[in-house]
């Protein structure tokens, strides 16, 4: 079982920067695959970024690929996701995810724990 609390998400301007953290319990979580999704609103959820649990590979979808990074720090148990260059279409409610078992994936039901979500807002 992992627990995921998010935290980070506030108000910025469109062009400024953020960095999301997503902190997991368990002793595990180093055997994880964790990705960040996020769902604005009338919108369905969205893949953002994954990160293998070793941190070696990374994946990321079009839409943040050059701006947004994914990292992970096994030994704080947190995965985090810098946001730099954010556009107002990145509002979104952000969610830390976990998958228990297999490689990185874009997909939203491969993954089996869910943080809360945190908010992010971009004004133009």
């Known amino acids: 079982q992992v627990q995921l609390v998010e935290s980070g998400g506030r108000l910025v301007q469109a062009g400024g920067s953020l960095r999301l953290s997503c902190a997991a319990s368990?002793?595990?979580?180093?055997?994880?695959?964790m990705g960040w999704f996020r769902q604005a609103p009338g919108k369905e959820r969205e893949f953002v970024s994954a990160?293998?649990?070793?941190?070696?590979?990374?994946y990321y979808a079009d839409s943040v690929k050059g701006r947004f990074t994914i990292s992970r720090d096994n030994a704080k148990n947190t995965v985090y996701l810098q946001m730099n260059n954010l556009k107002p279409e990145d509002t979104a409610v952000y969610y830390c995810?976990?998958?228990?078992?297999?490689?990185?994936?874009?997909?939203?039901?491969?993954?089996?724990?869910w943080g809360q979500g945190t908010q992010v807002t971009v004004s133009s």
């Open positions: 990160i293998s649990w070793s941190g070696g590979s990374t």
């Open positions: 995810a976990a998958r228990g078992s297999g490689r990185a994936t874009t997909y939203s039901y491969d993954y089996n724990y």
């Open positions: 368990g002793r595990t979580f180093s055997s994880y695959v």
